[in-house]
């Protein structure tokens, strides 16, 4: 098992070194330069500019420099706000962003787990049909679209929720809601099929036939069993909340990294999209080491290293 | 030697001669294995519906030069923002009345259309048929959801099949590029490779290619390990059959049912790339239509004209769904083992 971890960590650090060096040399590639609009700055000014951000250097220069940096934990300085460190730019909108996606992910599982249950326990029935057709719709509905429509009834037609704002409590409900509809349909789904599974097997029987509870037996059996399973997925969710955060933090205006990423896109940052996608990609890689690790210790009939499987 | 006695013939009689026929007759015709996925397609009443639906978006995205009413891309300033209206019929929502300040006003009277001009979903804020535009973002998303589902079966299918069919060294190699590439978060490489890449169809679908191959090539090698052990595998072999021709002959149909549910997954995904990437901004270039363009237009004038959001919204969800409910029908039809428990 510690080496399987090792060997996992090993593997982490790989992929972060070819995914920095990808995007920098990708930026590199870059049409256009953040500079180009300047169109008023003299030769000499713009001269002076580009060796304050190091870029009259040679791209082998600068990229040394960039891997260096990032050894320190230095992910460079944005171009355009207001030549922030990119670390402190993300300090800032940290945030906001874990907390809508911590609150959706807490949602998502829960309701997900109860409608699965449900689904499983009255399986054949109205109550199965209705919570297979929720997941379905969850899993289906890309989380801006339904963004949009929420803050449109719920936000702007029925005012029961600020439109677009970042205060309180309040305010982070509808990219919530919004966010969560899809580890909802998931982790429903899939509860449902394991739930099912483990309602027909022997020990559930037994524990029926000592004259158990029907709710009892749900709670202590069936639905622990289930869980090991719903685990795996924990992986998934989390790259569907950031791909969803992108957008929902526009559509409600939330100062988070999605809507930080997007902006930096649209202005040429160059330092801020490589910093956030090396950030990205660094939390995905850590939730993905994390629940497999978690799952074979949850669960010891998965044999881990040796690939597992064959 | 004992005599055995002689039995005559004539004591050999068959008892219920008629009544063994029948038993013995085989009453329905033997299906083959397609017949039978087929035959559990279409009991299956969503997944029927689903299909035909999806069928129906098809062959309006394919027909769109034909049924769609207006040039998508065709400007008519003075008649912006026209809410829906569906020929003379007087369907409320649906009459080319709008809220104007607390009353209906016909929107088409104040823009001073002439008379018989009526557009089904309405008009955008260039005066563009919304409905035309849906037709033909639709038919860019099923255009994006063709082109990836081939780079799955092109890149993906061949990579998982060699992989699993050499095995050993060349086995672990290929393996590892599939764990580097996968542990990128493909949303990610999307991303960078837009940036990169000029905005359009041609990047969308690098960009989802770069990535999307991955999780077919693990299926298939996968499936191709368990294959290579049969013994019809094993029989082809010792009569010297090259490895191409094996893979061909018996592993691609073997492997079939994979692949097929496997696509019915990536057309979602390439499809839901694409709205995603068009909403953000950095997808399909401007005056051409995508659903993705559409949504993102029709959210910043939501307060006013709900119709603009809604009519994409719509499309976009059903389709999604369609495609999900579908290769799940597929999965039981396939294998109906993962239904029944």
Not at chain 1, 229 to 249: D, L, N, Q, R, W
Not at chain 2, 136 to 146: C, D, E, H, P, Q
Not at chain 2, 256 to 275: D, G, H, L, V
Request: positive net charge; charged residues 15%.
């Amino acid at each position: 098992m510690t080496k399987y971890i090792l060997k996992r960590i090993f593997y982490l650090f790989v992929t972060l070194f070819i995914i920095a060096s990808l995007t920098f040399f990708l930026m590199k590639l870059l049409p256009g330069t953040p500079f180009s609009n300047q169109n008023r700055m003299s030769p000499d000014q713009l001269k002076i500019v580009k060796a304050q951000y190091g870029l009259d250097q040679s791209v082998f220069v600068q990229y040394i420099r960039y891997m260096g940096g990032l050894l320190q934990g230095n992910l460079g300085t944005s171009f355009q706000f207001n030549n922030e460190p990119v670390t402190a730019l993300i300090g800032q909108r940290l945030a906001p962003s874990m907390q809508i996606g911590a609150q959706a992910m807490i949602v998502g599982t829960i309701g997900g787990i109860l409608l699965g249950a449900v689904a499983a326990i009255r399986k054949n029935t109205w109550a199965d049909t209705l919570a297979t057709f929720v997941s379905i719709l969850g899993l289906s509905i890309p989380s801006f679209v339904l963004a949009v429509l929420l803050q449109f009834y719920l936000a702007y037609k029925w005012r029961i929720f600020p439109v677009a704002l970042w205060d309180n409590f309040q305010s982070s409900i509808l990219p919530t809601l919004a966010l969560a509809a899809m580890p909802l349909g998931s982790v429903a789904r899939f509860m449902r099929t394991e739930m099912v599974d483990v309602m027909s097997s022997d020990y559930i029987e037994l524990a029926k036939s000592k004259g158990n509870s029907s709710w009892g037996v749900v709670v202590k059996h069936a639905l622990r069993n289930s869980l090991i399973p719903v685990v795996t997925i924990i992986g998934p969710m989390a790259v569907s909340v950031m791909t969803g955060s992108m957008v929902v933090e526009n559509i409600f205006s939330i100062p988070g990294i999605g809507e930080q990423f997007v902006k930096s896109i649209t202005t040429n940052d160059y330092p801020t999209i490589m910093g956030l996608t090396i950030f990205y990609s660094f939390l995905l890689i850590i939730v993905y080491l994390i629940v497999d690790i978690l799952y074979g210790l949850i669960d010891p009939r998965i044999r881990l290293g040796n690939g597992g499987k064959e | 030697m004992e005599q055995i006695p002689q039995i005559p013939k004539e004591k050999f009689k068959l008892v219920h001669d008629e009544n063994n026929k029948d038993q013995e007759k085989i009453g329905t015709p033997s299906l083959t294995y397609m017949q039978d996925v087929r035959r559990r397609l279409f009991k299956n009443k969503v997944a029927v519906v689903c299909l035909t639906l999806l069928t129906i978006i098809v062959a309006i995205s394919i027909l769109a030069p034909i049924v769609a009413p207006h040039n998508p891309n065709a400007q008519q300033v003075t008649m912006s923002n026209l809410p829906p209206k569906l020929g003379n019929l007087n369907i409320p929502g649906m009459n080319g009345y709008q809220n104007m300040g607390g009353k209906m006003v016909d929107a088409y009277k104040q823009a001073e259309a002439p008379k018989g001009t009526f557009y089904i979903l309405g008009t955008d804020y260039l005066g563009r048929d919304l409905l035309s535009r849906i037709i033909y973002g639709t038919r860019l998303s099923l255009v994006v959801a063709v082109l990836a589902t081939l780079v799955d079966l092109i890149i993906g299918v061949p990579y998982g099949l060699v992989s699993g069919w050499k095995g050993g060294k060349t086995d672990t190699f290929m393996q590892r590029i599939v764990e580097i590439v996968s542990s990128v978060p493909n949303l990610i490489v999307v991303i960078l490779m837009m940036i990169v890449l000029k905005p359009g169809l041609t990047s969308i679908v690098i960009a989802i290619a770069i990535t999307g191959w991955v999780t077919m090539a693990r299926l298939v090698r996968a499936q191709t390990f368990q294959l290579k052990e049969q013994e019809y595998v094993l029989a082809a072999r010792t009569l010297g059959e090259s490895s191409t021709k094996i893979a061909t002959k018996h592993l691609i149909p073997n492997l079939s049912s994979t692949i097929i549910i496997q696509t019915m997954f990536t057309i979602p995904n390439a499809i839901f790339f694409e709205a995603f990437l068009s909403f953000i901004g950095i997808g399909i270039p401007a005056p051409n239509a995508s659903l993705g363009t559409l949504l993102s237009d029709g959210q910043k004038a939501f307060r006013f004209l709900p119709y603009q959001m809604w009519a994409p919204a719509i499309i976009l969800s059903i389709i999604m769904i369609a495609t999900n409910l579908l290769g799940d029908g597929l999965r039981d039809a396939f294998d109906p083992q993962s239904s029944e428990n």
